[in-house]
């Protein structure tokens, strides 16, 4: 798995990428493109 990940080769499952990160001491932190908008602003705009 790690081998096709370093390729760039597709079919890899994100749990697995997450977890060769954290064991080499990696965190990931996700951050919004816009951050502007805010994710109650979005929920709300989508309720119907």
Known sequence: MLGKLERGE???QLNLTLAVLAD???DVVL???DP???LQKYLRSTDR
Do not use: A, D, E, K
Request: net charge positive.
């Open 10 to 12: 597709g079919g890899s």
């Open 24 to 26: 080499l001491g990696f």
């Open 31 to 33: 951050v919004p493109r």
């Open 36 to 38: 502007t908008r805010s």
